[in-house]
């Protein structure tokens, strides 16, 4: 076989065909939870701490200067402010702990569906007591 027809065998397996699909749905998936967390959940929570958007929660480890210009001409460029956006954090921390949860709900109803097999216990041997009593009977013969 040449290599585009390995090449196509490989990608025509049902695991990559199964793999590129969990890969597509997650991603939806991924981006509907976000908008849950971004447009849903975080507004309230938000309201609730006192009006607060937590996209602009941040600590600010240095203000940013604005751009000097004189006539027209720029003389001192402007300057970015530097910050530690922990509230897109948090954010991202919740979306993290939703899919996690939905992935695990999953997996358990996924479980629930699975047959168990029972793993039947080897059939019993006879006892000492049985064994001693076929070898006395052995011996009275």
């Known amino acids: 076989m040449g290599f585009f027809a ?9 695991d990559i065909v199964n793999l590129a699909t969990a890969v597509i749905v997650g ?13 849903v959940l975080m ?7 006192g009006k607060v958007d937590f996209k602009n929660l941040k ?16 003389k001192v460029p402007a300057v970015a ?3 530690i956006y922990y509230g897109a954090f948090i954010q991202t921390i ?7 949860f939905c992935i695990f709900m999953v997996l358990k109803a996924y479980e629930r569906t699975q047959k168990k097999e029972e793993v039947a216990a080897p ?7 049985e064994l001693l009593t ?8």
């Open 81 to 83: 402010e530097v910050a």
């Open 123 to 129: 059939p019993a041997g006879p006892t000492q007591e």
């Open 94 to 100: 919740l979306d993290f702990v939703i899919i996690g």
């Open 43 to 49: 507004p309230p929570i938000g309201l609730l701490l």
């Open 27 to 39: 991603g939806a998936f991924g981006k509907i939870v976000t908008s849950f967390t971004n447009d």
């Open 59 to 74: 600590l600010v480890l240095q203000d940013g200067i604005p751009a000097v210009t004189e006539n027209g001409v720029e």
């Open 134 to 141: 076929e070898i006395r009977d052995l011996l009275k013969k």
């Open 6 to 14: 390995d090449f196509k065998a490989f990608l025509m397996k049902g």
